[in-house]
């Protein structure tokens, strides 16, 4: 059964700063991985998606890597704004559950960025 | 506006009552799909519908009954709930496509008493 695991799991860094958020599998048999943004009590804005066949994609301040093999995603986030403050969710595709987009989740990192 | 649209936003209901979560969304995908969010836990994936039809149920409750009447719409029918279903309920749509990304609506707050 595909686990997901995020680490670490809240984070609190001064405005400014360049930050990584860590996501790791334990099935590499996935079609694509997929980045999130959570603010509390809202639902979940994509962030990145990142094909099976990809190692990193861009948006922004934001960099998303990819290595299928060793079951591992970073999330990069260049010069932290206090705007970033969220909770950040990592979800993959399992290549095994058949039609549809179904993710496994992890659990998330909570981001603060501070003044 | 992410093009997935959940209504109620907040729902409070007794363990005796009937409710239902909508969920419309407006990007042509032709898949929707129900998950549950608990504090402190993964999102969990509660039904799929592709194509209109249910292609998943994984493990849940009959108190919980999912309607996919097309591929824009798509109801949780609710009843005889109890408090530990209290939970976001999140609405998702995407294309059936394996390669395309996931689309969330702002999720229903849902307090059991």
């Known amino acids: 059964k595909q686990e997901v695991t995020q680490i670490p799991a809240a984070l609190s860094v001064p405005e400014g700063e360049n930050l990584v958020l860590n996501c790791s599998f334990t099935?590499?048999?996935?079609?694509?991985l997929q980045w999130f943004r959570q603010d509390p009590g809202k639902g979940l804005t994509s962030l990145l998606l990142i094909q099976s066949s990809q190692r990193e994609q861009t948006s922004g301040r934001l960099n998303a890597s990819l290595d299928k093999s060793s079951g591992r995603s970073t999330l990069y986030i260049a010069a932290s704004q206090p705007g970033d403050s969220a909770t950040y969710l990592c979800?993959?595709?399992?290549?095994?559950?058949?039609?549809?987009?179904?993710?496994?989740f992890g659990t998330g990192t909570q981001l603060k960025v501070e003044l | 506006e992410t093009g997935v649209t959940q209504t109620p936003r907040h729902l409070v209901m007794g363990m005796t009552n009937k409710k239902s979560l909508k969920c419309e969304q407006h990007l042509g995908h032709n898949a929707m799909y129900w998950y549950k969010q608990s504090a402190k836990k993964p999102l969990e994936l509660m039904f799929v519908y592709s194509l209109e039809e249910r292609v998943e149920n994984n493990s849940v409750p009959s108190r919980f009954s999912p309607e996919c009447p097309n591929s824009s719409h798509l109801f949780l029918h609710l009843h005889t709930l109890q408090p530990e279903d209290s939970a976001l309920y999140l609405c998702?749509?995407?294309?059936?496509?394996?390669?395309?990304?996931?689309?969330f609506g702002q999720g229903t707050r849902l307090t059991v008493v």
């Open positions: 979800a993959v595709r399992p290549i095994l559950t058949g039609g549809g987009n179904k993710l496994t």
């Open positions: 099935d590499s048999a996935i079609y694509n």
């Open positions: 998702a749509s995407s294309f059936t496509d394996s390669h395309t990304e996931a689309f």
